[in-house]
């Protein structure tokens, strides 16, 4: 099937697009209403095989507005999952990183589709370098706060959105019920593709920032505008440019996320049963 686009929707807006999105998630995966959804960075896929029941799989591509993913570690599927508690949760597989040039429509618009599924929480987790020195590779991390480098933002015209507690406190507290050591810091979004220059790692230090990554920021501020409650998490799949005493390679990314993939996935489906 031919790719669909936000593009191929004429005289519309992005929310629009994630409405007829959301419609046809629900045709074609038979659930009307989802209650969670997760977008599943590098190392994170396997949690879905773990959170409960698969209901329907639909290829993102048949969906208004997705795009086949352009990074290895992502499926280019929606999974719809029905969860032991009722709950229906909706697994997105294809994420648009904002450094494919298609513009930031594009890469919130799984946020804004699933907020217009219905969905009142969205967990968003990513591969990304750590600046702490012991977060060695495969150490789990949750985003606390973001800085967003990007120099561009989802929000649209006159629009003001408080971003004080994007990433749930609330949300936090129940992933360490989970796990009481797991760490937080602050994710510092780029805009890639490249990774960052070891001045630039500094410079992320300095305004206080511990996670340093190419996705996640502007989709939480999307969800944040869709009254979504947010929960981040960061795989450190390598310690960040200047700090690692090796220079950084995407497969060193992908290979630490297979490695940590079995057990930091079945941390994320112990609390993703508690949401």
Not at 34 to 58: C, N
Not at 90 to 106: D, K, S
């Amino acid at each position: 099937m031919a790719e669909a686009s936000i593009l191929d929707i004429p005289e519309t807006d992005p929310f629009d697009a994630a409405r007829q999105a959301a419609e046809q998630i629900a045709e074609k995966t038979g659930v009307a209403h989802h209650d969670i959804a997760l977008t599943l960075g590098s190392g994170w896929g396997k949690a879905a095989d773990l959170i409960g029941e698969t209901v329907a799989t639909v290829p993102a591509t048949e969906i208004v507005g997705f795009r086949k993913p352009a990074l290895d570690g992502h499926v280019g599927t929606l999974r719809s999952i029905a969860l032991p508690n009722g709950k229906h949760a909706l697994v997105i597989g294809a994420r648009t990183h904002f450094y494919e040039g298609h513009g930031v429509r594009h890469v919130v618009h799984s946020v804004r589709a699933a907020a217009a599924a219905g969905a009142s929480v969205m967990v968003l987790t990513n591969g990304a370098g750590g600046i702490k020195p012991h977060w060695t590779p495969g150490t789990p991390v949750l985003i606390g706060d973001h800085i967003n480098l990007t120099a561009s933002s989802p929000l649209e015209g006159a629009t003001f959105v408080d971003l004080t507690d994007l990433y749930s406190a609330r949300l936090r507290d129940l992933a360490r019920t989970v796990e009481p050591g797991l760490d937080e810091g602050v994710y510092v979004q780029f805009r890639g593709p490249h990774y960052e220059t070891p001045a630039e790692v500094q410079y992320a230090k300095t305004i206080g920032g511990h996670i340093v990554g190419m996705s996640t920021a502007l989709e939480a501020i999307a969800a944040r505008q869709a009254g979504m409650e947010v929960l981040g998490l960061s795989l450190i799949t390598n310690l960040a440019a200047g700090i690692s005493p090796t220079p950084l390679s995407h497969a060193e990314v992908i290979g630490a996320g297979r490695a940590a993939e079995p057990v930091i996935s079945a941390l994320l489906a112990q609390i993703v049963g508690r949401l």
